[in-house]
């Protein structure tokens, strides 16, 4: 069976049974789930419909799930099992059915549906456990026994195997799990499920969560008891295929035939090769997976876990011989296998071929240079008989090689050698420290957000009404006192509202602000926290008691939620024109849109440069200037996405979305406010650019009277300058006419160093001396540059001709200068320059290197520079003996 056609029977038996198929949630989750960087299990994307914070959209749902996990990476490539990306098959009950239903339909499914010999499955159940004070699971005993399981193979396990928790408090409950005995060939008789031996392979876990941990150990029956099923695509596919790894199934078998086309290698010789093969098929797979859905290679957070993975795969093709560019042929085709289950990968074709081989060519030119160093490394550890190497190896691997930490542990292992992890990371943190130039990060946030989501659940959620006015008469839902937490204001309350024209922090835009009013009294309204589809107001002190469920009037700050606004459109604008000049690979990274400016992040892996800039910011005052119209509806996803509206990575989208389309320009999934013409922005202005982390560039902007303001204080500025140059009426004239007097005052200063290091080469060549037949010039030189210090030596070399050593050193301030030259000839006598140096640059305190006939170096402490010129001389006669 193939792998579409076991989605197909999976995902139609459960809609039969009254489930709604719900599509595969991104790999990067929901912005309001920071617990993790990508979607590591089937359950992720529905933990709020578990933890009763969102409503599901049916009580009972089937799905086929992307994940992606890296726990286990180094095992990628030795079992035959292992995977970074994978998918979930999953089957979900919301307070639904339980234990009774969920069970048979697991053996209907695996006996008829999938036709697995009923003889061969054995199942595992919850044994009991006396801390949790639980005994065996015999609800599931016995649903198990009606289905046709005998006892013999009913295997009960412990909490450490067949009982599921989220977390150390939290939802939980016992879990039954599926193996098929794959028969004597695999293991011993003896052999059972969960001795984490090969006979048994585990297909399908069943969740039954039950109760609710606290942090004392006890256990609460849940008001709503859900089941979580999760059976893995590649693993089902290998059972149903017969073949004896997931690698060998038709979601894989094409990618290692393509590295045996293109290698010229078999995937059976074992060993290295193979290993090599499972890697690059595996990692080239996830690559594009992560990319699609909005990921960019960087040094941080997911971004590193894609570099880390198209790295390592890199240096597996190594192994097998293989030459660049070919990382992007395994891309391509993992788009052919897996394309018409994922269009997103189809639709980002481009973009994924563009960052793989971006990734490809700027790895490429370091790998060869940090292999070596690596292996050097290896050697000299076995040479001295130790079994690590120093932390700052490693970290030079990292910094200068982009060797990422991980992949130079794991070669390291592979040679039995470890490294310093504690070391490692002081060096880093010493790195980050440097980079953040002492900031700092506020706490507290966690104990609020808990605080706001307990509070908001009491009541049922606020109606958001923003959308179509800034004022409402509205009740009070729920008073609370705010924890005393550093983002929570002091004397602050909570407040629930039944309809609220407040708009929540949410999709980069910045919560609106305003008041609450009642009985000749009113309040600041400071914050409006999000919740999904649900919203809390914290407001600040008052003097007068908040009346509880009573009638208030909520109005907005008309003026700074309209300049919100603007740069919101701004900032849609901003993205099309970006997508426009530079292509459709710029996706948005992250964005604030407040009512001041707009920042907006996004993925490309350059500077812009002038004309870019001024194309983009003059784009999107075309758009202003032709006063496009813009318009929002609400319709189901599948719709929005067949008309192209672009979503944003990170965001959770529910199957009704919200699309805003600026007429003939963009459309996006958006729940923000914007204009309803593009004219009401007024003026837009690019206040900056710059790099936001590797791969994604990050824009600062002003639109409106903020841009106004902006080229107001350029003009008086420019004003001034005018003053300054002496030319009121024509600036830009007086600076021309000054340019050209500075151009001409430099001619001369140039003319006139060339002059001065013309004298200085002439008297440092009359001191030369002879040692053995070179010549020699060691001394001080009225220059710090190195650059004029260095062609101060070329000239000296230069004049004095044939076999000749030159060393000078200059000194300013605490700044130490050093350039050693030997010519050719000099060489072949033995005289090194980047020997000298090594000697004289630590008298100085400072380092430095080069080659034998050039070397230079910096140091701190001028006082000692005749002491460093004499070893430098001492070294250049003991060489020249």
């Given at each position: 069976?193939?792998?579409?056609?076991?989605?197909?029977?999976?995902?139609?038996?459960?809609?039969?049974?009254?489930?709604?198929?719900?599509?595969?949630?991104?790999?990067?989750?929901?912005?309001?789930?920071?617990?993790?960087?990508?979607?590591?299990?089937?359950?992720?994307?529905?933990?709020?419909?578990?933890?009763?914070?969102?409503?599901?959209?049916?009580?009972?749902?089937?799905?086929?799930?992307?994940?992606?996990?890296?726990?286990?990476?180094?095992?990628?490539?030795?079992?035959?099992?292992?995977?970074?990306?994978?998918?979930?098959?999953?089957?979900?009950?919301?307070?639904?059915?339980?234990?009774?239903?969920?069970?048979?339909?697991?053996?209907?499914?695996?006996?008829?549906?999938?036709?697995?010999?009923?003889?061969?499955?054995?199942?595992?159940?919850?044994?009991?456990?006396?801390?949790?004070?639980?005994?065996?699971?015999?609800?599931?005993?016995?649903?198990?026994?009606?289905?046709?399981?005998?006892?013999?193979?009913?295997?009960?396990?412990?909490?450490?195997?067949?009982?599921?928790?989220?977390?150390?408090?939290?939802?939980?409950?016992?879990?039954?799990?599926?193996y098929l005995d794959r028969g004597p060939e695999f293991g011993g008789e003896d052999d059972r499920p969960g001795d984490d031996t090969d006979r048994f392979l585990e297909f399908w876990n069943h969740v039954f969560m039950t109760y609710d941990l606290g942090a004392d150990g006890s256990l609460t029956p849940l008001p709503m008891r859900n089941i979580d099923t999760g059976m893995g695509l590649d693993r089902m596919a290998a059972i149903l295929q017969d073949v004896p790894s997931v690698y060998e199934t038709d979601l894989i078998r094409p990618l290692i035939e393509l590295a045996e086309e293109i290698s010229?290698?078999?995937?059976?010789?074992?060993?290295?090769?193979?290993?090599?093969?499972?890697?690059?098929?595996?990692?080239?797979?996830?690559?594009?997976?992560?990319?699609?859905?909005?990921?960019?290679?960087?040094?941080?957070?997911?971004?590193?876990?894609?570099?880390?993975?198209?790295?390592?795969?890199?240096?597996?093709?190594?192994?097998?011989?293989?030459?660049?560019?070919?990382?992007?042929?395994?891309?391509?085709?993992?788009?052919?296998?897996?394309?018409?289950?994922?269009?997103?990968?189809?639709?980002?074709?481009?973009?994924?071929?563009?960052?793989?081989?971006?990734?490809?060519?700027?790895?490429?030119?370091?790998?060869?240079?940090?292999?070596?160093?690596?292996?050097?490394?290896?050697?000299?550890?076995?040479?001295?008989?130790?079994?690590?190497?120093?932390?700052?190896?490693?970290?030079?691997?990292?910094?200068?090689?982009?060797?990422?930490?991980?992949?130079?542990?794991?070669?390291?292992?592979?040679?039995?050698?470890?490294?310093?992890?504690?070391?490692?990371?002081?060096?880093?943190?010493?790195?980050?420290?440097?980079?953040?130039?002492?900031?700092?990060?506020?706490?507290?946030?966690?104990?609020?957000?808990?605080?706001?989501?307990?509070?908001?659940?009491?009541?049922?959620?606020?109606?958001?009404?923003?959308?179509?006015?800034?004022?409402?008469?509205?009740?009070?839902?729920?008073?609370?006192?705010?924890?005393?937490?550093?983002?929570?204001?002091?004397?602050?309350?909570?407040?629930?509202?039944?309809?609220?024209?407040?708009?929540?922090?949410?999709?980069?835009?910045?919560?609106?602000?305003?008041?609450?009013?009642?009985?000749?009294?009113?309040?600041?309204?400071?914050?409006?926290?999000?919740?999904?589809?649900?919203?809390?107001?914290?407001?600040?002190?008052?003097?007068?008691?908040?009346?509880?469920?009573?009638?208030?009037?909520?109005?907005?700050?008309?003026?700074?939620?309209?300049?919100?606004?603007?740069?919101?459109?701004?900032?849609?604008?901003?993205?099309?024109?970006?997508?426009?000049?530079?292509?459709?690979?710029?996706?948005?990274?992250?964005?604030?849109?407040?009512?001041?400016?707009?920042?907006?992040?996004?993925?490309?892996?350059?500077?812009?440069?002038e004309g870019d800039l001024r194309a983009v910011e003059d784009r999107v005052n075309e758009w202003i200037k032709a006063s496009r119209p813009v318009r929002w509806i609400e319709m189901e996803r599948v719709e929005a996405e067949r008309l192209g509206a672009m979503a944003l990575f990170g965001e959770k989208y529910g199957e009704w979305v919200r699309v805003v389309e600026v007429d003939g320009v963009s459309r996006e999934l958006c729940g923000g406010t914007h204009v309803a013409n593009t004219a009401e922005i007024g003026i837009f202005k690019i206040a900056s650019e710059g790099s936001s982390a590797a791969?994604?560039?990050?824009?600062?902007?002003?639109?409106?009277?903020?841009?106004?303001?902006?080229?107001?204080?350029?003009?008086?500025?420019?004003?001034?300058?005018?003053?300054?140059?002496?030319?009121?009426?024509?600036?830009?004239?007086?600076?021309?006419?000054?340019?050209?007097?500075?151009?001409?005052?430099?001619?001369?200063?140039?003319?006139?160093?060339?002059?001065?290091?013309?004298?200085?080469?002439?008297?440092?060549?009359?001191?030369?001396?002879?040692?053995?037949?070179?010549?020699?010039?060691?001394?001080?030189?009225?220059?710090?540059?190195?650059?004029?210090?260095?062609?101060?030596?070329?000239?000296?070399?230069?004049?004095?001709?044939?076999?000749?050593?030159?060393?000078?050193?200059?000194?300013?301030?605490?700044?130490?200068?050093?350039?050693?030259?030997?010519?050719?000839?000099?060489?072949?006598?033995?005289?090194?320059?980047?020997?000298?140096?090594?000697?004289?640059?630590?008298?100085?305190?400072?380092?430095?290197?080069?080659?034998?006939?050039?070397?230079?170096?910096?140091?701190?402490?001028?006082?000692?520079?005749?002491?460093?010129?004499?070893?430098?001389?001492?070294?250049?006669?003991?060489?020249?003996?």
């Amino acid at each position: 069976m193939k792998a579409a056609e076991i989605r197909q029977t999976y995902l139609s038996f459960f809609e039969q049974r009254g489930h709604k198929i719900v599509p595969s949630a991104s790999l990067v989750p929901a912005a309001h789930d920071p617990s993790v960087l990508l979607t590591t299990a089937g359950m992720q994307p529905f933990k709020p419909y578990f933890l009763g914070r969102e409503k599901p959209p049916a009580p009972r749902l089937a799905d086929v799930q992307k994940c992606f996990r890296t726990t286990d990476i180094e095992e990628v490539g030795n079992t035959a099992r292992h995977l970074t990306f994978f998918e979930m098959l999953g089957n979900w009950s919301f307070g639904d059915y339980f234990k009774e239903e969920s069970i048979p339909w697991g053996w209907e499914l695996s006996t008829e549906g999938f036709g697995m010999d009923p003889e061969r499955i054995w199942v595992t159940v919850f044994g009991g456990d006396e801390e949790l004070g639980l005994g065996p699971d015999e609800e599931a005993i016995e649903v198990w026994r009606g289905v046709g399981v005998p006892d013999e193979r009913i295997v009960h396990l412990g909490r450490e195997d067949n009982f599921w928790q989220g977390g150390p408090i939290g939802p939980c409950g016992p879990c039954s799990e599926l193996y098929l005995d794959r028969g004597p060939e695999f293991g011993g008789e003896d052999d059972r499920p969960g001795d984490d031996t090969d006979r048994f392979l585990e297909f399908w876990n069943h969740v039954f969560m039950t109760y609710d941990l606290g942090a004392d150990g006890s256990l609460t029956p849940l008001p709503m008891r859900n089941i979580d099923t999760g059976m893995g695509l590649d693993r089902m596919a290998a059972i149903l295929q017969d073949v004896p790894s997931v690698y060998e199934t038709d979601l894989i078998r094409p990618l290692i035939e393509l590295a045996e086309e293109i290698s010229g290698r078999s995937y059976d010789e074992g060993g290295a090769v193979t290993r090599a093969m499972r890697i690059v098929a595996d990692h080239s797979r996830g690559s594009a997976f992560l990319i699609a859905d909005g990921v960019v290679p960087s040094n941080e957070d997911r971004g590193y876990i894609l570099r880390r993975i198209m790295r390592r795969a890199i240096q597996q093709g190594r192994t097998l011989g293989l030459e660049a560019p070919w990382l992007g042929r395994f891309a391509e085709r993992a788009i052919e296998i897996m394309g018409e289950t994922y269009p997103e990968l189809v639709a980002e074709r481009a973009t994924i071929a563009r960052w793989v081989g971006d990734e490809e060519e700027s790895f490429g030119r370091t790998l060869e240079r940090g292999s070596e160093l690596l292996e050097r490394l290896v050697a000299e550890a076995k040479e001295s008989g130790t079994s690590w190497i120093e932390a700052a190896d490693a970290f030079e691997l990292h910094d200068t090689y982009g060797f990422p930490y991980d992949l130079t542990k794991e070669l390291l292992a592979e040679q039995g050698l470890s490294v310093d992890d504690g070391g490692f990371e002081e060096l880093m943190e010493e790195q980050r420290q440097r980079s953040r130039g002492g900031s700092a990060t506020a706490h507290g946030s966690e104990d609020l957000h808990e605080r706001v989501a307990e509070f908001a659940m009491q009541t049922p959620p606020a109606r958001f009404v923003g959308y179509e006015m800034l004022r409402a008469t509205t009740g009070i839902a729920a008073v609370e006192t705010a924890l005393s937490v550093p983002e929570a204001s002091p004397g602050g309350k909570l407040i629930k509202l039944e309809e609220s024209p407040f708009y929540a922090e949410g999709g980069g835009q910045v919560a609106d602000s305003g008041v609450l009013r009642w009985d000749g009294s009113q309040v600041e309204v400071l914050n409006v926290i999000r919740l999904g589809e649900d919203q809390v107001i914290e407001v600040g002190a008052s003097e007068q008691e908040i009346p509880a469920s009573s009638a208030v009037e909520a109005i907005v700050d008309r003026e700074t939620r309209h300049a919100t606004m603007r740069n919101h459109t701004a900032t849609h604008l901003l993205h099309a024109a970006l997508r426009e000049r530079l292509g459709t690979h710029v996706r948005q990274a992250g964005s604030a849109v407040r009512p001041d400016k707009l920042r907006f992040d996004f993925t490309h892996g350059q500077g812009l440069g002038e004309g870019d800039l001024r194309a983009v910011e003059d784009r999107v005052n075309e758009w202003i200037k032709a006063s496009r119209p813009v318009r929002w509806i609400e319709m189901e996803r599948v719709e929005a996405e067949r008309l192209g509206a672009m979503a944003l990575f990170g965001e959770k989208y529910g199957e009704w979305v919200r699309v805003v389309e600026v007429d003939g320009v963009s459309r996006e999934l958006c729940g923000g406010t914007h204009v309803a013409n593009t004219a009401e922005i007024g003026i837009f202005k690019i206040a900056s650019e710059g790099s936001s982390a590797a791969n994604v560039r990050r824009i600062e902007a002003l639109s409106g009277p903020a841009a106004i303001d902006w080229f107001r204080e350029r003009e008086q500025r420019l004003d001034e300058v005018g003053e300054l140059l002496g030319s009121p009426q024509d600036p830009i004239a007086g600076a021309r006419r000054a340019a050209e007097r500075l151009a001409e005052a430099g001619k001369g200063a140039e003319q006139a160093q060339k002059q001065l290091l013309g004298e200085e080469a002439e008297r440092l060549v009359a001191e030369a001396v002879d040692a053995n037949g070179v010549k020699l010039v060691v001394s001080q030189a009225p220059l710090a540059d190195q650059k004029q210090l260095l062609e101060l030596a070329n000239r000296v070399q230069s004049k004095l001709g044939g076999a000749a050593a030159v060393a000078l050193g200059g000194a300013e301030g605490s700044k130490v200068a050093l350039v050693v030259l030997v010519s050719k000839d000099a060489v072949e006598r033995g005289l090194s320059a980047a020997t000298v140096v090594r000697e004289a640059a630590p008298i100085v305190g400072g380092g430095g290197g080069g080659r034998d006939d050039m070397a230079q170096a910096g140091g701190k402490d001028p006082e000692k520079l005749d002491e460093a010129l004499a070893v430098a001389r001492a070294a250049l006669e003991r060489a020249a003996d």
